[in-house]
């Protein structure tokens, strides 16, 4: 079977259930050709290449039958296109010619070997004809309104058969489709057709005119009038089900989730003891999870999507779904997708740690990509996408999570057109020089751009995410907001002036936002007032016996810049030997996650830095660098946060940064005069107004300013402090997660 459709009143028309059930009959027959012939120039096709709904085409025909393209190489169909090519004068002399018939107005969209325009049909004259011919050219007119100077002999119709005859395809097995007047030389090249429901007229009545004995006039638009020819036409597969042509809807039954999160870890921990699987609450309180886990308080019904490390993909006696917290969350249940050890390391621990983590944080030349690793990747994608796509009930809301599940909105919205799809980047993201270095780049914006609503951390990845589609697809930009005063603008390395809000992008509207995540302040201060916590504060301020503490606490990772940061503190001691003794670098690193090789060679810089370090500038009862390289539980991390003097977070990527605000709120409630310095480059630095903000790939700059910090007046750095407290407290964690889900909501309507 060799389909051969018009796109945008036929391969695209219809509604939703029609065109899957058509795309899913193309995906499933496997000799089946698709030929996309559109009017459309070969730059707006482009970005269906990237829609994961739609199957990829083996050829284009676009430009009414100007550009003949192969669909996987988009390398001209040669000597057709030369062809073409030969007989068309030139753009430039079209206009040239007919720039006298000031009725015609140029259509501003992609052209190739044409010149279209718009126009009345009486406008069209004989003296117009008359300077098309002598052009050596035709006019073709359709739809009321749309007018083509066209090679002589080129048509949709020309260009396929001589695509048809070039290629050896049997025109017995081709069946062409169409809905408008554009489309009539399809119906005249002898070969089966169906005109579409919702067509033109004047093509139906041509087709008629005609003869038309082997066209079928559907009665339902789009996909679904296609459908009811390839069946009239005999053309299904035996395997097709006739019921998937006739079917309105009936399929399995949805589920009963209004909201459905979407996550890659589950809401507690599983620990396996004595041979029995337990549960367990997250340990840390101020993660992300416990605010995932509030947007489902009050009783709303839902569904936790998330893996389940299993010895099998089918473990025996395995539990799908199982209660999160029935006191708590009495109609929220998890529904664990199992996967093995293997299938964790290669997809989150391997490939995205090494493929996407490098390029999201600007260090493309570390990435490392695999198409055998991607093709893992999808599928995991897939079964979390399937396993949402059952728990959702009609309309539901899907929120999900980070770029571990990049190609979720795509599979999900083939499978669930009816869903609402929200996304939330954990991280940054990219410019296009950037981004577009993954060899997968088209697929992924295609399955982002199946999402409602797309949010970030902060205006900045914003505007990144929409220039990375405009290399991808048409973008319309339908609004614009200010980003002052909630973040910075200028003078900020991050910092923009407005944020797009929404875009018109190929076919689809998609909301955008900007909501930095905030942390649970009463968790923190309520964490301050146990005893066990004073009693650490206690014993932190007696190891520095008076001494000015400087905190750094940041996973082991070159994003965090640890190097950078060492060697900055060492400039510090050797510019200012006035602080040897009195100074005191506190340096948490924890470690990441056991199986990720790629930070090995990290952490033997670290140590041979800190042992320099200390080496150099250690006198009797005092040295300079405190390093832990390990996990610290989260109650010591707020008691050193409480007793610092300076927190020194300087990364040389961060999609946002917890610990600079973590350490607010705890010094703000303890003291209330220390000093955050943070790296410009960190997306807290737009949103943190009263931070210090340095360079952290300038050694001298980092020094330079942490010295500033050191040395700040009480008043200033109380000021400072008070600052950044109100901007902590007034965006936190529940209003980041409220805030989302409200835009998300609006945004799906």
């Known amino acids: 079977m060799v389909l051969a459709t018009e796109l945008d009143g036929g391969f695209l028309g219809g509604s939703a259930e029609d065109q899957r059930r058509l795309y899913q009959v193309l995906r499933s027959t496997p000799d089946a050709r698709l030929i996309f012939v559109t009017g459309r120039g070969l730059e707006r096709v482009l970005p269906l290449l990237s829609d994961p709904r739609i199957p990829n085409p083996d050829y284009i025909i676009a430009d009414v039958g100007a550009t003949v393209v192969h669909g996987s190489t988009l390398e001209p169909v040669q000597p ?10 030139g753009t430039h002399r079209v206009l040239e010619a007919l720039s006298g018939f000031d009725f015609l107005q140029r259509q501003e969209v992609p052209q190739e070997r044409r010149c279209s325009f718009l126009t009345e049909e009486d406008r069209i004259d004989v003296d117009l004809r008359g300077v098309v011919s002598e052009l050596g050219c035709d006019l073709l007119f359709s739809a009321g309104r749309y007018l083509d100077v066209l090679p002589r002999g080129v048509t949709k119709g020309s260009t396929l058969r ?15 489709a169409g809905d408008t007047l554009n489309d009539l030389s399809l119906f005249e090249c002898g070969l089966k057709g169906i005109v579409v429901g919702e067509a033109e007229p004047a093509l139906r009545q041509k087709v008629s005119e005609n003869g038309g004995t082997d066209t079928y006039i559907a009665v339902r638009p789009g996909g679904g009038g296609i459908l009811e020819g390839l ?22 039954a949805n589920g009963d989730a209004q909201l459905v999160m979407v996550y890659h870890r589950l809401p507690f921990e599983e620990v396996r003891r004595g041979g029995r699987v337990r549960r367990r609450r997250p340990k ?55 996967l093995t050890s293997q299938d964790v390391n290669l997809f989150y621990e391997t490939f995205s740690k090494e493929a996407f983590w490098p390029v999201i944080f600007s260090f493309p030349s570390r990435a490392v990509f695999n198409d055998e690793h991607w093709e893992h990747y999808l599928e995991i994608n897939r079964l979390f996408a399937e396993q949402a796509a059952r728990e959702a009930e009609d309309g539901a809301l899907v929120w999900v999570h980070d770029y571990n599940l990049w190609m979720v909105p795509g599979f999900l919205r083939e499978l669930r057109p009816d869903l609402r799809i929200a996304f939330f980047h954990h991280t940054a993201f990219p410019p296009p020089d950037i981004f577009n270095i993954i ?5 992924i914006i295609g399955s982002l751009l199946q999402c409602d609503y797309v949010g970030f951390h902060i205006p900045r990845y914003v505007e990144n995410f929409v220039d990375v589609v405009r290399t991808h697809t048409t973008v319309e930009v339908l609004e614009r907001v200010p980003c002052a005063p909630r973040y910075l603008t200028y003078g900020c390395s991050l910092g923009v002036a407005s944020m797009t809000a929404s875009i018109r992008a190929g076919e689809r509207t998609v909301e955008l936002g900007a909501h930095p995540v905030g942390i649970d302040v009463d968790s923190i201060d309520s ?9 650490k504060m206690r014993e932190i301020r007696d190891q520095l016996a008076g001494r000015t503490c400087i905190l750094s606490i940041e996973r082991l990772d070159y994003v965090k810049g640890p190097i950078e940061k060492l060697q900055a503190f060492e400039k510090l001691l050797e510019d200012h030997p006035e602080l040897h003794g009195e100074v005191v670098l506190v340096t948490v690193c924890t470690p990441p996650a056991p199986g990720m090789k790629i930070y090995r060679q990290i952490r033997e810089k670290v140590d041979q830095a800190v042992g320099r370090i200390n080496g150099r500038f250690a006198k009797l009862g005092w040295q300079p660098v405190h390093y832990f390289f390990r996990s610290l539980p989260f109650e010591e991390v707020v008691a050193h946060y409480a007793v610092s003097d300076v927190a020194w977070i300087t990364p040389l990527r961060d999609g946002l940064n917890m610990v600079a605000k973590e350490y607010i709120a705890a010094n703000h409630a303890e003291s209330g005069d220390g000093v955050l310095v943070l790296s410009e480059f960190a997306g807290a630095a737009v949103e943190l107004h009263g931070a210090i903000l340095t360079n952290p790939y300038h050694t ?38 409220g805030e989302f889900l409200e835009r998300a909501a609006h945004a799906a309507r």
């Open 80 to 89: 057709i296109q030369a062809e073409i090519e030969r007989r068309w004068p």
């Open 162 to 176: 001589a695509l048809l005859a070039h290629e050896g395809l049997d025109e017995d097995s081709v069946v062409v």
């Open 231 to 252: 069946r009239e036409h005999g053309l299904l597969p035996k395997h097709v089900d006739a019921g998937l042509i006739d079917a309105e809807g009936e399929g399995d």
């Open 284 to 338: 840390s309180p101020n993660g992300i999870i416990p605010t995932l886990l509030g947007c489902f308080a009050g009783g709303r019904e839902g569904s936790w999507v998330a893996w389940s490390k299993q010895e099998s993909r089918e473990p025996e006696r395995f539990e799908t779904h199982v209660a999160v917290d029935a006191r708590r969350y009495p109609k929220l249940t998890a529904a664990r997708i199992p």
């Open 439 to 443: 060899p997968w780049r088209r697929e």
């Open 527 to 535: 964490i301050l007032q146990r005893p066990d916590v004073r009693e």
């Open 700 to 737: 001298d700059s980092m020094a330079e300013h942490l010295y500033r910090a050191l040395m700040l007046e009480p008043e200033d750095r109380r000021t400072r402090m008070d600052r950044l407290y109100d901007i902590v407290r007034a965006n936190d964690v529940a209003g980041w997660a």
